[in-house]
C-alpha cells in the first residue's frame, strides 16, 4: 500500500497553498505594498475557530509593527497567500495596515546638472 500523495516523509503533511486560502488567490488586501507595516489591532476574533493556524501566527508576529513581506518570510509562504490571509484578518478588523511613508520627491534634472556644472567649475 503507498501512501497518500499529499504525505512526505520528511516534512509531513504538505498543504498546498489554496487550501490554506480555501481556494481564493484575491482578497481585500491584493494592493498591499510589500513594505506596507502591518500591526496587530489587539481586537479579539469573533469566531476564533475561524481563525487558522496561518493567521493566528500572523496576529502573533504583528504585535509588533512588521512588513507584509516579512510576515512572508517568517511564515514561508508566497505573497499571494499571505495577502490573502491579510486581507481576511483585515475585514474582520484584527490588523491595522499602515502604507509606507512616501519619500521625498527627487531633485530635477535641471538642478542636478547645475550642481556638476558648479563642481566641475572649481
Do not use: C, H
Request: glycine share 6%.
Amino acid at each position: 500500500m503507498t501512501p497518500p500523495e499529499w504525505l512526505d516523509d520528511d516534512a509531513g503533511p504538505v498543504v498546498r497553498p489554496y487550501a490554506l486560502t480555501r481556494g481564493r488567490a484575491r482578497s481585500s488586501a491584493d494592493d498591499l505594498d510589500l513594505i506596507a507595516m502591518v500591526t496587530a489591532s489587539g481586537n479579539a476574533p469573533r469566531d476564533p475557530a475561524e481563525i487558522s493556524p496561518e493567521q493566528w501566527r500572523i496576529l502573533d508576529i504583528t504585535a509588533r509593527a512588521t512588513s507584509v513581506v516579512d510576515i512572508a518570510s517568517d511564515l514561508d509562504l508566497a505573497i499571494g497567500v499571505v495577502r490573502v490571509l491579510l486581507g481576511d484578518l483585515q475585514d474582520q478588523g484584527l490588523i491595522r495596515v499602515r502604507p509606507p511613508a512616501q519619500v521625498a520627491p527627487l531633485p530635477s534634472e535641471r538642478i542636478l546638472k547645475e550642481v556638476i556644472n558648479g563642481l566641475r567649475a572649481l
